[in-house]
Nanobody, 112 residues
């Protein structure tokens, strides 16, 4: 059974950093891409960042380019989202997704 478990969310002030983790279990995800999404209150879920299996190439939403970095450690079955220079508009529940499976989400709140 494929499971994804996110962690690392919390309350931070604007300009601070957080690192989210997504641990994947139940299959060898090294050959698959993984995507971070987020959903802010009252808004639709949006794609934040994606890492591909081929050469670990990445793509980002324009709103996070230059501030967020997605990476993967296949030995640990884990994908990370390093978030720097956080803004209040980054406040959301962050989810990871691969092969159609979602994690439960982790809440990030950016507030003075």
């Amino acid at each position: 059974q494929v499971q994804l478990v996110e962690s690392g969310g919390g309350l931070v002030q604007p300009g601070e950093s957080l690192r989210l983790s997504c641990v994947v279990s139940g299959f060898n995800f090294s050959r698959f891409s993984l995507t971070w999404y987020r959903q802010a209150p009252g808004k639709e879920r949006e794609l934040v960042a994606r890492i591909f299996a081929v050469e670990d190439s990445t793509s980002y939403a324009d709103s996070v380019k230059g501030r967020f970095t997605i990476s993967r450690d296949n030995d640990k079955n884990t994908v990370y989202l390093q978030m720097n220079s956080l803004k209040p508009e980054d406040t959301a529940v962050y989810y990871c997704n691969t092969v159609g499976v979602w994690g439960q989400g982790t809440l990030v709140t950016v507030s003075p």
